[in-house]
């Protein structure tokens, strides 16, 4: 399985950006898949994660009512939308897929990563 990101960019702070992650390869569209984020010389953190089904989604805290998280498993892709982004939104995005349909937050539990989008968010 092979996972693409797109969609990061440069954005002013209160701004948004909606990040796609499309699976291709041996894919299956009911895995879990999660958003991860991380800034140079820190650890990968969780972001959101969505269900198989794509019913249910969990977020961190730090972007709750911020950033949506939807899958479209007829395209096998994933989405994030990022509204009113603040200069701490400021990372690499992972998108990961699991072999489960079960969310997790734990990266550890994913066995698919994509390459990682850019998002810079000025304030």
């Known amino acids: 399985v092979q996972l693409q990101a797109s969609g990061g960019g440069l954005v002013q702070a209160g701004g948004s950006l909606r990040l796609s992650c499309t699976a291709s390869?041996?894919?299956?569209?009911?895995?879990?898949m999660g958003w991860f984020r991380q800034i140079p010389g820190k650890e990968r953190d969780f972001v959101a994660a969505i269900n198989g089904d794509g019913r249910s989604a969990y977020y961190a805290d730090s972007v709750k009512g911020r950033f949506t998280m939807s899958k479209d498993n007829a395209e096998n892709t994933v989405y994030l939308q990022m509204n009113s982004l603040k200069a701490e939104d400021t990372a690499v995005y992972y998108c990961?897929?699991?072999?489960?349909?079960?969310?997790?937050?734990?990266?550890?539990?994913?066995?698919?990563w994509g390459q990682g989008t850019e998002v810079t968010v000025s304030s």
């Open positions: 990961a897929a699991r072999t489960s349909v079960w969310l997790t937050t734990r990266p550890d539990e994913y066995t698919y």
């Open positions: 390869g041996r894919t299956s569209s009911g895995r879990a």
